[in-house]
């Protein structure tokens, strides 16, 4: 059990005239801890298969008008589709890094590596970064209360902001990609990283995920397949949303804020597999029981 927290840090780019974005820009942020950060960079580099990695970090994003931001990758809606977007010399965006226990500390050294400006080689171009802002955005405490609650809670949305690889912890190190927004595949690397090693409360987390959560009938429309590109190959991810019904009747208290604490978790650190290398990153909202709940 530990602390989580989630930085947004707004940078600016500059240094490449107009560049066609090639590749998954979480490789551009994983390129900025590694040199910032001698600990995120044996963690990035590291081969290891384990599931929770207690680091996640997004693409880069930018804000496209009032309220609205959009992931900056090469993406489309078929495998054959894939558009390439541009990054424009000088531009502001943004990245957000969560990171867990004593991984916490090195997040004042990212920000002082960046206040000195970096540079970075991404599609072909030295690319330089330099700060504009950076906040903490959301923490939790596996000790204190849950920052997500399900009372008086009628659904709650998780929006994908960024490709989402849920992950099936049924078939541990299955070589097929499950891309369903079910409450255990969404969930199962938030359990692993607040109840590993002991697997039998990584299950009962699980199973109680799935008996408090319930898709809404709508979820297969409102989280689609999306494709990605990445280091050259074209690869399936999920993006989009989804509702999930509350139903805690019959449920122990102690289920219902099992359900809060991995809900709460992946408001910090994401949901899914590839959460270190830019994938997974969520936003959840708790839906009064007074709102509509159409789709």
């Not at 390439?84 to 002082?112: Q, S, T």
């Not at 906040?135 to 989402?164: C, N, Q, W």
């Not at 959560?213 to 280091?231: E, F, G, K, N, Q």
Request: hydrophobic share 40%; aromatic share 8%; charged share 25%.
């Amino acid at each position: 059990m530990a602390r989580f927290e989630r930085w947004s840090f707004t940078v600016r780019v500059y240094g490449f005239g107009s560049l066609r974005v090639c590749n998954y820009t979480g490789k551009l942020v994983k390129s900025l801890l590694a040199v910032c950060s001698e600990r995120f960079a044996s963690i990035l580099s590291s081969s290891e298969k384990s599931v929770a990695k207690r680091l996640s970090v997004t693409p880069l994003f930018r804000v496209t008008g009032p309220g609205r931001v959009e992931a900056v990758y090469p993406g489309g809606p078929q495998r054959d589709k894939i558009r390439a977007p541009v990054l424009e010399d000088g531009e502001v965006v943004f990245f957000e890094v969560g990171a867990g226990g004593d991984l916490i500390n090195e997040m004042p050294r990212l920000l002082e590596c960046l206040s000195r400006g970096v540079s970075v080689r991404f599609c072909g171009a030295a690319i330089t970064v330099e700060p504009v802002e950076a906040r903490m955005i959301a923490e939790y405490d596996t000790h204190s209360d849950p920052i997500v609650r399900l009372d008086g809670v009628e659904a709650v949305k998780i929006v994908f902001r960024s490709p989402t690889l849920p992950v099936n912890p049924w078939r541990p190190g299955s070589r097929w990609k499950r891309l369903l927004p079910t409450p255990s595949y969404l969930l199962a690397v938030n359990a692993h990283d607040m109840f590993d090693p002991d697997t039998a409360l990584v299950e009962r987390a699980l199973i109680a995920a799935e008996r408090i959560l319930s898709p809404s009938h709508a979820a297969l429309d409102t989280a689609r397949v999306y494709w990605y590109l990445y280091d050259g190959s074209r690869l399936p991810a999920m993006i989009g949303y989804v509702k999930l019904h509350v139903e805690t009747e019959g449920v122990g208290k102690g289920e219902v804020e099992t359900v809060e604490h991995l809900l709460s978790h992946a408001v910090v650190m994401g949901v899914g597999s590839g959460r270190a290398a830019g994938f997974g990153a969520v936003s959840i909202e708790a839906m009064p029981s007074t709102d509509r709940l159409e789709g």
